[in-house]
């Protein structure tokens, strides 16, 4: 069974920036798509950047410019940098891991970005 863990999580003040870590384990890394959601509250989990199978890196309009994705295959691990943050970038930032041959998903628990001054 794949297991998700995200950290790099935190408080950091308008135009800072994070880097959120998402470490793979029980699963073949290679199988997977990966990508970063987020939900603020009251409001739906959204996409915030996410690998395709075949073409460009997925960013939401609200990361283009600010945010990469990245994986490390070595490490099974994903990674969301994210520069000139926000408030309105405060949510909980999850992890996926997406099944490339079934669509399956594999969530993480979360980790906590609040931006504010």
């Known amino acids: 069974q794949a297991q998700l863990v995200e950290s790099g999580g935190g408080l950091v003040q308008p135009g800072g920036s994070l880097t959120l870590s998402c470490a793979v384990s029980?699963?073949?890394?290679?199988?997977?798509?990966m990508g970063w959601y987020r939900q603020a509250p009251g409001k739906q989990r959204e996409l915030v950047a996410a690998f395709r199978n075949s073409g460009p890196i997925n960013y939401a309009d609200s990361a283009k410019g600010r945010f990469t994705i990245s994986k490390d295959n070595a490490k099974n691990t994903a990674y969301l940098q994210m520069n000139s943050l926000k408030p309105d970038d405060t949510a909980v930032y999850y992890c996926?891991?997406?099944?490339?041959?079934?669509?399956?998903?594999?969530w993480g628990q979360g980790t906590q970005v609040t931006v504010s001054s």
């Open positions: 996926n891991a997406q099944l490339i041959a079934s669509g399956y998903n594999y």
């Open positions: 029980g699963i073949y890394f290679p199988f997977l798509l």
